[in-house]
């Protein structure tokens, strides 16, 4: 079992695509368990931007992160989200590099939509199995040509990188990680209580890959 609360980044940014970062966040902050203590919370969530300015998601929504790239705390997994906002990222030296510097032996990585393009950027998809929203995967496969693009599945998890499709989906990822973090049971309780339908069997992992 996964030690908890377990430190959960989400990356923002302006014209972030609001559910793909919402969805997670809604996932990860309702995941608890009841004790004699009260309610224990599994997931400790920090919105993580650029600079410590508010952002401007996609549709004019106004929010301010708990911290920014420079000054968040470590952090055991990050969500990046898409967006449109990702394709000037995808040129911002400063961002690429921080998520270029993660070490996913000590930080899961996961996106959700075109996230994956901040992360295939950032190298971290090189020879990995990923995914992203259907109408960017001709992009991807042109973009990024040691990415191993998987057209079928709603969410791919290769070993401490998870990506998944588009908008929605983000919230079948997280429940995959509650999944493998804290079993079936924390995760069908979590999308109840949320009363959203989740398919377990909706997705891949692949582990202890050699990639050359």
Known sequence: MAPHPISTG??????????????PFEVFSTTRRESNDGEEFLY?????????????????MEVKPHCSMKSHPDLDMLIVP?????????????????????DTNKTR???????????????????????THWT????????FPKVDVDRERHVIVDEAVF????????????????RLDFGDAQAEWTARHM????????????????RN
């Open 10 to 23: 989400i990356f923002i940014f302006n014209d972030v695509e609001v559910l793909d970062f919402t969805g």
């Open 44 to 60: 400790r969530v920090h919105l993580i931007s650029p600079t410590d300015a508010s952002i401007i998601t996609r549709g004019g």
């Open 82 to 102: 898409g967006g449109c906002g990702t394709r000037p990222l995808m040129h911002d030296g400063k961002v690429i590099d921080w998520l270029h510097s993660l």
């Open 109 to 131: 990585l996961a996106s959700v939509c075109t996230g994956s393009l901040l992360l295939a950027a950032a190298g971290h998809l090189d020879g990995r199995r990923a995914t």
């Open 136 to 143: 960017v995967l001709d992009m991807m496969e042109k973009t």
């Open 163 to 178: 990506t998944s499709a588009g908008i929605s989906a983000g919230i079948d990822l997280a429940l995959q990680m509650v």
């Open 195 to 210: 009363e959203y339908s989740f398919v377990p069997d909706d997705f891949t992992r692949r582990l202890d890959l050699s």
